[in-house]
């Protein structure tokens, strides 16, 4: 069995992919890489992928599957992972080879030791292309440093911070165990995937390491405003599954400051969905607004009225122009102010 495995899908990712792929490899023995091709047609990440593979037979795999989607990129990866962890890189991203090495020797040092961890956390980089600049999102504020500890020992998530894909190393069986599987031909996902295990993590260790490089600035980029405007219908789909996918009630029994975290995030997701709602051009944008917003409601009322009255953003789940206004302004003035698309 591998220590790790790292699932990278790819998509038309020639151009960018060896970059990831190189950082991956300095892991050595210790991982597994499983590169897996979205049904890339455009260039030749394909080859790109069954080349590694030759060269690296005893670390890298290559999977070709017909498209469908990030998420089912990331589920095929976790079909085939034969690591003790499993982590997410996406092909235009890369991780810090020291922190990478650091990371490796504290989770052998566990599995040595017989200690089951469910989680990893690091910190992660927003690489920005458009200005060459670096915004670093840490959690030295929230989690104990240097010992494992559970959901009772964190401290208080400020506005910015989320555990993200970026942030995360997952036990690989707990993922198996909670039975996650994300949807096909659907962005924004990884929303999906850092949330639904939660309730199932028992013990988290934290290091504060820049691991996780993310590329930004990508016309194309999913988190691009513009496009993920163009695909507000996959926003609110992810957004419904996750509301689905527990009742929070249930967690408050686990643990009140996950619950406190988990109501974070789904307020975070409301309002964005709300958010591109209103951005967006679609003509029945109201309607499907609305209805996230009945669908919730209907789901947990309690939720729905905590939300409703929570945050400044909820100006923008008001009907008027004004607050759905006020709204957007407060979004882009975030977005200049954290920089994440």
Not at 206 to 227: A, F, K, P, T, W
Request: net charge neutral; charged share 25%; hydrophobic share 35%.
């Amino acid at each position: 069995m591998k220590l790790i495995t790292f699932a990278v899908p790819c998509y038309n990712s020639a151009e960018y992919m060896e970059k990831c792929v190189e950082t991956l490899l300095q892991g050595g023995e210790d991982v597994e890489i499983i590169l897996v091709d979205d049904g890339s047609t455009k260039d030749n990440t394909p080859q790109i992928c069954d080349d590694y593979a030759e060269k690296y037979p005893d670390i890298i795999k290559a999977i070709h599957q017909e498209n469908g989607g990030h998420g089912e990129g990331v589920n095929q990866g976790l079909r085939n992972a034969s690591g003790l962890y499993y982590k997410v890189v996406d092909s235009d991203d890369w991780l810090d080879v020291p922190s990478l090495k650091k990371v490796i020797a504290q989770l052998k040092e566990f599995a040595d030791k017989g200690q089951e961890l469910d989680m990893l956390l690091c910190n992660y980089v927003y690489e920005h292309v458009c200005d060459n600049t670096r915004h670093i999102m840490h959690y030295k504020n929230v989690f104990p440093t240097g010992k494992i500890f559970c959901w009772d020992d964190i401290n208080h998530f400020s506005v910015s911070q989320c555990i993200l894909m970026h942030s995360v190393i997952y036990r690989t069986q707990l993922l198996r165990d909670c039975k996650i599987e994300l949807p096909k031909h659907t962005f924004y996902v990884d929303n999906i995937f850092v949330y639904q295990p939660l309730p199932y993590v028992k013990t988290m260790y934290y290091m504060d390491l820049d691991l996780y490089r993310y590329y930004i600035g990508r016309d194309d980029q999913s988190v691009n405003e513009s496009v993920m405007a163009k695909r507000i219908d996959q926003q609110l789909r992810v957004t419904k599954i996750m509301i689905d996918s527990h009742n929070l009630e249930d967690v408050k029994q686990i643990s009140v400051k996950l619950y406190k975290y988990m109501l974070k995030y789904i307020t975070m997701m409301m309002t964005i969905s709300n958010i591109f709602s209103i951005i967006c051009d679609d003509p029945d944008k109201d309607k499907k607004r609305k209805d996230l917003w009945k669908y919730l409601k209907e789901k947990d009322e309690n939720i729905y009225n905590h939300i409703k009255r929570g945050t400044i953003f909820s100006l923008a789940n008001f009907q008027s122009k004004v607050g759905q206004q006020t709204g957007v302004f407060f979004y882009r003035i975030a977005r200049k102010i954290y920089k994440f698309n």
